[in-house]
């Protein structure tokens, strides 16, 4: 048994995920983790000087968890509930072989944090330019909601911080725009996410000869 761990991190609205959820209908025995699930209570998250929740920090997070949560999956990923089923849209040459499990991880903050940077085999990083982040973050309902100049004044520099933090100092990391339609991000994503699978069982099968 294999398993594929895919990062789907970037900017918020950015698409993660719609573009994860179609994933993992058209990919075989594919599951998902939302870092979404392991924001702390707003009880427990830091308020700065202006009033505002800091929910784009990793401190607002179990991360901890989160990582349990991968390598529990990784561990045993049949016993996630995962589907073993052929998806809709499959390739001739990858069918007859040994099965590959594949998670996707997808979440604003994944590639920032050290022990998760571990466990990755393939990144990819969603952006969008201020004006049409903003503009797709006005649309939202948000729990709490977002209180006039959040995304200025926390949101967007957060982003920015973790962005340039990347650049400097993580590599492997395929950026996607996400100003593309969601036909287009899902149709490179895939293919990339197929090929992965080849080298994959390949590798397994040179093991096994």
Known sequence: MKVL?????GVTNGGKTTLAEKLKKMLPNCDII?????????SEVETDERGFKLYDVLDALYMDEMVKSIRNWMTSPASSGVVTEEPQITCDNLKNTDVVYILIVEGFLLYNYEPLN???NRRYFLTLPY??????RSTRVYQ??????????HVWP???KYKS??????????YLDGTKSQEELLSSVYSDIIQELKKLREENQQVTV
């Open 5 to 9: 761990v895919i990062g789907l991190g």
């Open 34 to 42: 939302s870092q979404d699930d392991f924001f702390k209570p707003e």
């Open 118 to 120: 571990e466990l990755w």
């Open 131 to 136: 004006e049409e982040c903003k503009r797709r």
């Open 144 to 153: 709490p909601p977002d209180t006039p100049g959040y995304f200025d004044g």
């Open 158 to 160: 957060m982003y920015l």
């Open 165 to 174: 933090e990347l650049e400097e100092n993580a590599s492997n990391i395929v």
